[in-house]
């Protein structure tokens, strides 16, 4: 079987202390504060995003990859008030080997509390559980010594490309 199947509407995924959820307009002012921040996106391929518009054209961006099953994007939220605290989810989708890739970014003032992790667990356990994934990989930058630190506590190591990846199954 190589067809994956991939949800029409994201459903919310719940951890101890943080939630996966739908991004949606609300969420604008929080999104922008972490796609602003230069510190924040250093480690990615795109520049800080320079107005709230542009936020406006990711959600857009996020409901079409959605609704065309390449993207399943979440904001993350602590699960004690809900404020929004990062993004994570699963793109670049390869049916045959049922393998999908991880990206995340997380909100400055969140860093070194163990979200991310958590947030990383939550979807693993949704990629292999719901979806039936076999592989998840990460594209980390090598200077990124914090984000490899906690993939590898993940259980991702690296692949010899450059990516770090977490064999969830036998591939068969």
């Known amino acids: 079987m190589n067809e994956l199947h991939l949800p029409a509407a994201l459903p919310v995924l719940q951890g101890k ?4 959820r739908p991004m949606g307009e609300q969420d604008a002012a929080a ?10 996106m250093r480690y ?3 520049d800080p995003f320079p107005d709230l518009a542009t936020v406006g054209q990711m959600l857009a961006s ?6 065309s099953g390449q993207s399943l994007e979440w ?16 793109h670049s989708f390869d049916a045959a080997g049922r393998a999908a890739q991880v990206g ?3 909100r400055r003032s969140a860093w070194g509390r163990g979200h991310m992790a958590e947030a990383l667990a939550v ?3 949704y990629a292999t559980g719901v979806l039936g994934l076999h ?3 990460a594209d980390v930058a090598p200077e990124n010594a914090r984000a490899r630190r906690m993939f590898e506590r993940l259980g991702y190591r690296e692949d010899g490309s450059g990516l770090l990846r977490i064999g969830l199954r036998p591939q068969s």
């Open 17 to 20: 202390h943080v939630a996966l």
């Open 31 to 40: 999104l922008f504060a972490i796609y602003a921040d230069p510190l924040v």
């Open 44 to 46: 990615t391929d795109e």
């Open 62 to 67: 996020v409901r079409r990859l959605l609704a």
């Open 75 to 90: 904001a993350i939220v602590l699960a004690d008030g809900g404020e929004l605290i990062g993004t994570c989810g699963l």
């Open 104 to 106: 995340c970014l997380l």
């Open 123 to 125: 979807l693993t356990a």
């Open 135 to 137: 592989a998840l990989l």
